[in-house]
């Protein structure tokens, strides 16, 4: 069992960065993959980002474009989304996952957090 609870959302202005951090309970979560999906307002969850257990392998959705970096410390179970030069079509609810074994797709992840709202001002 992972229980995760992601932090760090809040409002910044276009431009700008912020850094999520997704803490996590559970020794499992080490050996699993994370990920970061995001929902804005009346539209799906979205994937963002993805990272393996060990951080050899890590994904990006298309319109992240170099922006964010996903990252982990394993150590201290925790996991990151750097995110810089935010739009503001990049307002959401920014959500962390877990699971063994898990890609793009939100229905493959079994752990979730509440989530963080991040809003992109003008």
């Known amino acids: 069992q992972v229980q995760l609870v992601e932090s760090g959302g809040g409002v910044v202005q276009a431009g700008g960065s912020r850094r999520l951090s997704c803490a996590a309970s559970?020794?499992?979560?080490?050996?699993?993959?994370m990920a970061w999906f995001r929902q804005a307002p009346g539209k799906e969850r979205e994937f963002v980002a993805r990272?393996?257990?060990?951080?050899?392998?890590?994904d990006y959705a298309d319109f992240v474009q170099g922006r964010f970096t996903i990252s982990r410390d394993n150590a201290k179970n925790t996991g990151y989304l750097q995110m810089n030069t935010l739009k503001i079509e990049d307002t959401a609810v920014y959500y962390c996952?877990?699971?063994?074994?898990?890609?793009?797709?939100?229905?493959?992840?079994?752990?979730w957090g509440e989530g963080t709202q991040v809003t992109v001002s003008s």
């Open positions: 559970g020794r499992s979560f080490s050996t699993y993959v």
């Open positions: 996952a877990s699971s063994p074994h898990a890609g793009y797709v939100a229905g493959h992840y079994d752990y």
């Open positions: 990272i393996s257990w060990n951080g050899n392998i890590i």
